[in-house]
């Protein structure tokens, strides 16, 4: 059973913001939220419930982050991880699912109605190696492009793109990658069947450290790739298409694996040419970006001791305007999304930690509306 709580906050500007947890006899995750077509939300994410493999868990809320109804859609064990909808109504679930017969994870696509009635589900079945959607996003001809990792051996993976039909039917599919672990975490379209992906590699960077990778690719193959670090050890999170129609990778760097990672944000042209690059002083890690004007950068993410959330507001230029932290004591808080609502609100999710190896361990799922 699914309970909530209500936590409401009156910002430094006095203005009001509020703050929805779900929590209940099991434990939930959310990954990802879109927007539906009425002005509520869906959130997907994960199940867990004591020893129990996990399912995809689908929620819809309304404006101030009720329930109206949550569901469990798949067969454990399974996870979901990204969202996006569907030109005729309805959406389309990325997730990943654990095959049994051949001891594999394999990508699993979940087709819902508006209502959360599952259409259709469809496996894109790979029978040698493990694949991992982490963000799926519809296309402009009407399907959709998933991108995540596809092993390569025992140790080491490369690169997904996945191209589906508005069915699931796959109409190709590329890996990439070097001789190390290379995992794309976002992807955007650029020109009609023409995506760019942004994550982490070790091959680009030449030293045998992990950079920020940025990479163009179609049907055919790859058009360019990027790395962006030097010799920092540097990831890219999440990947934003800007209104003038350039790209901001956001993610971490430090300087070798003993020291602390901080927020990092590149800024490129549309050819994935370097205009600015910030390493901030807050320590962390960027997971989430948006751009709600013209004029400013929303960038969310995890503070050094992994228990806070950090947002941090900049312009265009990547000077910060604003930040502000949020969490619980004692919890752990791990943030995976953010949207602009077509109300101009910004709603973030993520869930909180709590307990774990000798404590019993508690993941509360959260919906959050933020003033910055």
């Not at 402009?140 to 080491?156: Q, V």
């Not at 990027?226 to 003038?244: Q, V």
Request: net charge negative.
């Amino acid at each position: 059973m699914l309970s909530t709580l209500v936590f409401i906050i009156i910002s430094n500007n006095h203005e009001f913001r509020w703050y929805q947890l779900y929590s209940g006899q099991s434990n939930y995750v959310i990954s990802d939220i879109i927007e539906a077509k009425d002005g509520n939300f869906i959130v997907i994410g994960t199940k867990m419930h004591g020893s129990s493999a996990a399912k995809i868990w689908l929620m819809k809320v309304n404006t101030d982050g009720h329930p109206l109804w949550n569901k469990s859609l798949s067969n454990s064990p399974a996870e979901g991880h990204s969202i996006a909808e569907c030109s005729d109504g309805g959406f389309i679930i990325a997730g990943e699912f654990f095959n049994e017969s051949l001891w594999r994870w394999q990508i699993l696509l979940l087709r819902i109605s508006e209502d959360g009635t599952v259409l259709w589900s469809k496996n894109l079945l790979n029978k040698i190696q493990d694949e991992r959607p982490y963000d799926i996003l519809r296309s402009s001809d009407g399907g959709f492009a998933i991108t995540g990792s596809r092993d390569k051996d025992s140790y080491y993976r490369d690169c997904l793109v996945t191209k589906i039909d508005s069915f699931g039917n796959k109409l190709w599919d590329y890996s990439f990658g070097g001789y190390s672990t290379d995992v794309a975490y976002s992807i955007v379209e650029t020109a009609v069947e023409e995506f760019v992906v942004a994550g982490r590699t070790r091959f680009l960077s030449g030293k045998g450290n992990t950079n920020m990778y940025l990479a163009k690719l179609n049907a055919s193959g790859l058009i360019w790739e990027k790395a962006f670090g030097g010799s920092l050890y540097t990831k890219a999170y999440d990947l934003l298409k800007t209104s003038d129609g350039g790209l901001v990778l956001v993610g971490c760097s430090r300087e070798s694996y003993e020291d602390d990672n901080h927020f990092t944000v590149v800024r490129v042209d549309n050819e994935g040419e370097t205009k600015w690059s910030k390493v901030y002083d807050y320590k962390g890690i960027g997971f989430c970006i948006i751009q709600p004007n013209d004029e400013n950068l929303v960038i969310v993410g995890e503070t050094r001791s992994m228990q806070r959330i950090l947002v941090l507001k900049t312009d265009m230029n990547g000077s910060v305007v604003a930040h502000q932290q949020y969490g619980r004591e004692e919890y752990t808080e791990r943030v995976t999304s953010i949207i602009q609502a077509s109300t101009e609100d910004l709603i973030m999710v993520g869930y909180s930690e709590i307990g774990g190896d000798w404590e019993p361990r508690i993941v509360e799922a959260w919906f959050h509306k933020i003033i910055i």
